[in-house]
Antibody
Framework: QVQLQESGPGLVKPSDTLSLTCAVS?????????WGWIRQPPGKGLEWIGY???????YYNPSLKSRVTMSVDTSKNQFSLKLSSVTAVDTAVYYC???????????????WGQGTLVTVSS | QSVLTQPPSVSGAPGQRVTISCTGS?????????VHWYQQLPGTAPKLLIY???NRPSGVPDRFSGSKSGTSASLAITGLQAEDEADYYC???????????FGTGTKVTVL
């Protein structure tokens, strides 16, 4: 059974860098899947942040691209997210998920991690 | 930034049928990309409900069904139950973003 678990600081100061890791168990991160990050501000909807392949190839949401860096560590079967110069608007629950693909036109997130709340505050 | 539009809320009595629409554009749903649906119960992570427009993962009741036409998609819940009270999100891929887009979300209330 595939499981994903996010970890990282729950409180980050404004202008600092948010760093999160997603540990994958029950499945090799080097399999033919992309891996993604999604966030959800309190009381609001879902926003895609970006996704990464085990080779290190990445795609980022254009609205966050200048501040986002993703990386993968195949030896630890995990991938990571860094978001720089954070402000209060970056306060959200951050989720990691496996991306499943079919026929090149169908990509969906499953499973998801339980999510971790990151608050940006001094 | 959501580019897929959903109604903020829908409601129905137990046993009734409700539908949730998801409207996109020519760069996502209209471009032929599939639509997927997620159910988010209060305080929990989203859970895959429908993938590939109309496919149910193992364990999802057949009360849930999905369809797609043109630049829109729909999720139907028949035989509404109290446990279906949750937020529902559609999701697709957008070629102009080279990335994923989510719907604005719909809260389903069981009266």
């Amino acid at each position: 059974q595939v499981q994903l678990q996010e970890s990282g600081p729950g409180l980050v100061k404004p202008s600092d860098t948010l760093s999160l890791t997603c540990a994958v168990s029950g499945y090799s991160i080097s399999s033919s899947n992309w891996w993604g990050w999604i966030r959800q501000p309190p009381g609001k909807g879902l926003e895609w942040i970006g996704y990464i392949y085990y080779s290190g190839s990445t795609y980022y949401n254009p609205s966050l691209k200048s501040r986002v860096t993703m990386s993968v560590d195949t030896s630890k079967n995990q991938f990571s997210l860094k978001l720089s110069s954070v402000t209060a608007v970056d306060t959200a629950v951050y989720y990691c998920a496996r991306i499943n693909e079919d026929r090149g036109v169908s990509n969906w997130f499953d499973p998801w991690g339980q999510g971790t709340l990151v608050t940006v505050s001094s | 930034q959501s580019v897929l539009t959903q109604p903020p809320s829908v409601s129905g009595a137990p046993g009734q049928r409700v539908t949730i629409s998801c409207t996109g554009s020519s760069s996502n749903i209209g471009a032929g990309y599939d639509v997927h649906w997620y159910q988010q119960l209060p305080g929990t992570a989203p859970k895959l409900l429908i993938y590939g427009n109309s496919n149910r993962p193992s364990g999802v009741p057949d009360r849930f069904s999905g369809s797609k036409s043109g630049t829109s998609a729909s999720l139907a819940i028949t035989g509404l139950q109290a446990e279906d009270e949750a937020d529902y999100y559609c999701q697709s891929y957008d070629s102009s973003l080279s990335g994923f887009v989510f719907g604005t979300g719909t809260k389903v209330t069981v009266l």
